[in-house]
């Protein structure tokens, strides 16, 4: 069983709502395609580092999206958010896990071969995103 860690810093952001031109052309918002190819290289820098191919077998994956104590709350609040007593709201958890299109080709062939996702939200000192990827 091989295990892959990918841990990115900064604010998480969940996947936007497709957009359309006057054309009716769909295309993905353009901080969503940013934060997507930066995870992207971050799981590639992963993956060459750790001498790790591309696999084509099911795989389990765990999200952790730990999101920054806003500056403008309470010490009492922000002290709640320390000890895990209040999460994030937005983005909605379900978009956060639709950023995993960016591993498509780099860590597995295709997302259809993930057949467990746990995903959770909460509040830490460090923003970051932390994958783990098992298969």
């Given at each position: 069983?091989?295990?892959?860690?990918?841990?990115?810093?900064?604010?998480?952001i969940?996947?936007?709502?497709?957009r359309?031109?006057?054309?009716?052309?769909?295309?993905?918002?353009?901080?969503?395609?940013?934060?997507?190819?930066?995870?992207?290289?971050?799981?590639?820098?992963?993956?060459?580092?750790?001498?790790?191919?591309?696999?084509?077998?099911?795989?389990?994956?765990?999200?952790?999206?730990?999101?920054?104590?806003?500056?403008?709350?309470?010490?009492?609040?922000?002290?709640?958010?320390?000890n895990?007593?209040?999460?994030?709201?937005?983005?909605?958890?379900?978009?956060?896990?639709?950023?995993?299109?960016?591993?498509?080709?780099?860590?597995?062939?295709?997302?259809?071969?993930?057949?467990?996702?746990?995903?959770?939200?909460?509040?830490?000192?460090?923003?970051?995103?932390?994958?783990?990827?098992?298969?």
């Amino acid at each position: 069983m091989t295990t892959a860690y990918i841990w990115m810093n900064g604010q998480p952001i969940g996947k936007g709502r497709p957009r359309f031109t006057r054309m009716g052309r769909v295309y993905t918002p353009e901080k969503t395609r940013k934060y997507e190819m930066r995870l992207a290289a971050v799981a590639s820098d992963y993956m060459v580092a750790h001498g790790l191919e591309v696999t084509s077998k099911p795989c389990s994956v765990l999200i952790k999206a730990q999101f920054e104590i806003p500056k403008s709350w309470t010490k009492a609040k922000k002290e709640a958010a320390r000890n895990h007593e209040i999460y994030p709201g937005k983005p909605d958890i379900d978009n956060m896990a639709k950023v995993l299109d960016a591993f498509n080709g780099i860590v597995w062939d295709d997302d259809a071969q993930i057949y467990e996702l746990k995903a959770f939200k909460r509040y830490a000192e460090d923003p970051c995103l932390i994958t783990t990827v098992t298969w």
